[in-house]
């Protein structure tokens, strides 16, 4: 994305200067009154790069846009790698990551929602990731305790998994929307990703 980011701002300060430069000699060439021929197709290139520059100024202006909602990423502690635990939050953290990648990629309007509830999920999940380490660290009962164990690691890898999938469609948003310009459509698979999310960890750290 940071590099997308730069490439836009380059080819928007190469079309600039061409327009200008094309601006510039429009008005420098032709010595005859009246309108030239040279000097029309001059005005007519200098016309088409300004569009072009300007085109390219607001795409470069729309991937720019998720920097002012900049996404935190709390800081958390993973359990002992011995805990069932472990291996979803680890997977948790790097999706984290690449969600708030993406987030930056799209407008404030589509994405800010999206990342404020993806984060209070993350936090249900590693507190139901507690609840798992806690358990394990009890003694067992002698009725079996895996049971009631298997079921808290089967919620937590559900829950992992619904924020594994609205992160990989937010990435396919933003590799369909590349100019950061986002249609109602993608907008709402996207809040369909979030509630789903939202509707798997509801109840899970209480």
Same mark, same amino acid.
């Not at 327009?19 to 010595?31: H, N, P, R, Y």
């Not at 040279?38 to 007519?44: D, I, S």
């Not at 991937?63 to 900049?70: S, V």
């Not at 249609?183 to 996207?190: G, I, N, P, T, Y």
């Given at each position: 994305m940071?590099?997308?980011r730069s490439l836009s701002r380059r080819g928007f300060g190469y079309r600039l200067l061409g327009?200008?430069?094309?601006?510039?000699?429009?008005?420098?060439? #032709?010595?005859q009154p009246g309108l030239e021929f040279?000097?029309?197709?001059?005005?007519?290139a200098a016309s088409v790069a300004a569009v072009g520059a300007i085109d390219a100024g607001v795409r470069a202006y729309r991937?720019?846009?998720?920097?002012?909602?900049?996404p935190k990423i709390a800081v958390s502690t993973l359990p002992d790698e011995g805990s069932r635990a472990f291996a979803p939050l680890v997977r948790l953290a790097s999706r984290e990551r690449e969600l708030a990648d993406h987030v930056t990629a799209l407008p404030d309007a589509v994405s800010a929602d999206?990342?404020?509830q993806a984060c209070a999920a993350a936090r249900v999940l590693r507190t139901h990731a507690g609840q798992i380490a806690a358990a394990e660290n009890r003694p067992a009962p002698r009725d079996g305790p895996a049971v009631g164990i298997?079921?808290?690691? =089967?919620?937590?890898?559900?829950?992992? =998994?619904?924020y594994e999938r609205l992160t990989d469609t937010a990435a396919e948003l933003v590799a369909q929307h590349g100019d950061g310009s986002v =249609?109602?459509?993608? =907008?709402?698979?996207?809040a369909d990703a979030t509630d789903a999310l939202? #509707?798997?960890t509801r109840g899970l750290g209480s």
């Open positions: 940071a590099r997308k327009a200008v430069g094309l601006i510039v000699l429009t008005l420098e060439i #032709g010595d040279v000097e029309f197709g001059a005005g007519l991937l720019h846009l998720g920097w002012h909602a900049t999206t990342w404020r298997d079921l808290l690691v =089967s919620r937590l890898r559900e829950g992992v =998994s619904a =249609s109602a459509d993608a =907008s709402l698979r996207l939202v #509707g798997m």
